[in-house]
Nanobody, 125 residues
Framework: QVQLVESGGGLVQAGGSLRLSCAASGRTFSSTAMGWFRQAPGKEREFVAAMSWNAGSTYYADSVKGRFTISRDNAKNTVYLQMNSLKPEDTAVYYC??????????????????WGQGTQVTVSS
């Protein structure tokens, strides 16, 4: 089992920045990938960014590419999502997820086995 706890959400004006954190505990050594997803009211959960744990490769949704950066601190078992140039359409609950699987698209929610409780990000215009 892996436990994930997100933090860092809040209210920010358009053009501002936030950094989300995802602290992992438990069997973290079994993780093959870590990802961030988001869900806005009335919409389906969508992929934001992900990182393959061994290679450190990163992946981004087109809507956030160039504005968001996923990174990790192995010593702290923490994954970050730095969000810059925020837009009102980035408003959503952001979820951290961990995968213990080897196969499956890293941008699909079905790849992931463990999820955090989510943190609200609100961007005002």
């Amino acid at each position: 089992q892996v436990q994930l706890v997100e933090s860092g959400g809040g209210l920010v004006q358009a053009g501002g920045s936030l950094r989300l954190s995802c602290a992992a505990s438990g069997r973290t050594f079994s993780s093959t990938a870590m990802g961030w997803f988001r869900q806005a009211p009335g919409k389906e959960r969508e992929f934001v960014a992900a990182m393959s744990w061994n290679a450190g490769s990163t992946y981004y949704a087109d809507s956030v590419k160039g504005r968001f950066t996923i990174s990790r601190d192995n010593a702290k078992n923490t994954v970050y999502l730095q969000m810059n140039s925020l837009k009102p359409e980035d408003t959503a609950v952001y979820y951290c997820a961990a995968s213990a699987r080897v196969f499956g698209s890293i941008s699909r929610s079905g790849r992931y086995d463990y999820w955090g409780q989510g943190t609200q990000v609100t961007v005002s215009s």
